[in-house]
């Protein structure tokens, strides 16, 4: 699909073909700020939030191609030219986008990666790298099931000196807390969402800026 980048390990390795630094340029020809979601899956709210926002750009990034497909699919269908998906390991985030270039980073319902903490998409080994491309007013959002990830990332906070903005063990029972437009945007559902939903589980979200 035209919207689907798929850098090759040669490519991340050599740093040929990439667009870091170039994203606004050559991908979205425009300089409107740039938001990751990342382990994005499906891309419900790549696609969700780039139907709300037309200026700003957005990047569902993943591993799993089979999965980003529907949301290409989608984005193709409707025509929207503000939102790309890159099929690639998070752990290449730096390699792939240049210092400063990102303005916001979403995390839904992320692997919480019981046996293997630095796996988290919320541990040092990630929030570092997420250090060197977002910019220094940007923030992380969480949404997530679990209550291990959850917690792991609130005390990641703490310890690391996190600045937290909004921290919820129960989201929908606390959107009325929120601006109204957030609220629309906390509401959209994901694919593992209604999965997770369904067995009953209580859905947390947590805002924080990294720097
Ligand atoms: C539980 S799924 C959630 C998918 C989607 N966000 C949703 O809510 O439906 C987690 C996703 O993160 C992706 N993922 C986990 N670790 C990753 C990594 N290091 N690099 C790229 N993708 C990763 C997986 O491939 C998977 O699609």
Same mark, same amino acid.
């Given at each position: 699909m035209?919207n689907v980048i798929e850098p090759s390990m040669?490519d991340i390795?050599?740093?040929?073909k990439l ?42 990034v993943d591993i799993?191609g089979?999965?980003m497909w529907?949301?290409a ?11 790309v998906f890159l099929r690639t390991?998070? &752990?290449?985030?730096?390699? =792939?986008? %240049? ?7 979403? /995390?839904? !319902? ?59 063990? &129960?989201?929908?029972?606390? =959107?009325? %807390? ?7 945007? /906390?509401? !959209? ?23």
């Amino acid at each position: 699909m035209p919207n689907v980048i798929e850098p090759s390990m040669e490519d991340i390795k050599s740093g040929d073909k990439l667009y870091k630094g170039k994203w606004s340029e050559k991908v979205f020809n425009n300089s409107f700020p740039i938001v990751l979601e990342l382990g994005c899956g499906k891309g419900e709210y790549s696609v969700g939030l780039a139907r709300m926002y037309p200026e700003k750009n957005f990047i569902g990034v993943d591993i799993k191609g089979a999965r980003m497909w529907v949301g290409a699919g989608q984005a193709l269908k409707e025509g929207m030219n503000n939102v790309v998906f890159l099929r690639t390991k998070v &752990d290449f985030i730096t390699q =792939l986008f %240049a210092e400063n270039e990102i303005d916001e980073i979403w /995390l839904t !319902f992320s692997d919480p990666q019981p046996n293997k903490p630095n796996k988290r998409l919320t541990s040092p080994y990630f929030i570092d790298r997420y250090k060197k491309i977002l910019k220094k007013d940007g923030v992380v959002h969480l949404k997530t099931d679990s209550d291990l990830l959850f917690e792991y990332t609130v005390g990641e906070i703490n310890n690391q000196g996190y600045e937290s903005k909004y921290i919820t063990k &129960d989201v929908y029972s606390e =959107l009325g %807390a929120f601006p109204l437009e957030f609220q629309e945007i /906390l509401k !959209f559902k994901t694919h593992y969402e209604t999965l997770f939903t369904q067995r009953g589980s209580i859905i947390k979200y947590a805002q924080f800026s990294i720097h």
